[in-house]
């Protein structure tokens, strides 16, 4: 008996590192066919404080994001994923793992395919991973994948 695979949560920051997980995303949907999410977080941008009103988010320039990152997620999905799977875009401002992690849950994904960026040492200290907390509060299984990917090849194109 195989898995029930529907929905598949793929997280995108643009990097090489996240294009790749799309390769390998775009197999098992054709494997499951299940329905691709690709989901783009956009950090909101804060500003030095001002003496007066404190740190200040500026919600025009992240409504530019918001709309810059969906032009270029619908790019990235016509150029790697067949017409043939079924393909959703989502956009969230916020902190990357959290909107990841809420997403799956309300969308009830089956899977969520991330890359990791290897981060080491003081960098991963300083930083964290933000593949390593997805999978610390996941919903739902998270399949990782690090360059070099070993052990599965995907088709390109």
Do not use: W
């Amino acid at each position: 008996m195989k898995p029930e695979i529907h929905k598949i949560l793929v997280p995108i920051d643009f990097s090489d590192y996240s294009k790749n997980a799309l390769n390998y995303a775009v197999d098992f949907a054709k494997l499951f066919n299940a329905e691709l999410f690709l989901i783009y977080v956009v950090e909101p941008v804060i500003y030095p404080p001002d003496f007066s009103m404190g740190q200040v988010a500026v919600p025009t320039v992240d409504l530019e994001m918001d709309k810059r990152a969906k032009e270029e997620l619908e790019n990235l999905a016509k150029k790697q994923i067949p017409q043939k799977l079924k393909t959703k875009i989502i956009v969230k401002t916020g902190k990357p793992f959290l909107e990841i992690i809420e997403t799956a849950t309300e969308m009830d994904a089956d899977l969520i395919i991330i890359a990791t960026h290897g981060h080491t040492g003081v960098e991963h200290i300083l930083f964290g991973s933000t593949a390593e907390k997805v999978v610390r509060r996941a919903p739902c299984p998270v399949f990782t994948l690090r360059e070099p990917m070993k052990g599965f090849k995907y088709n390109k194109g």
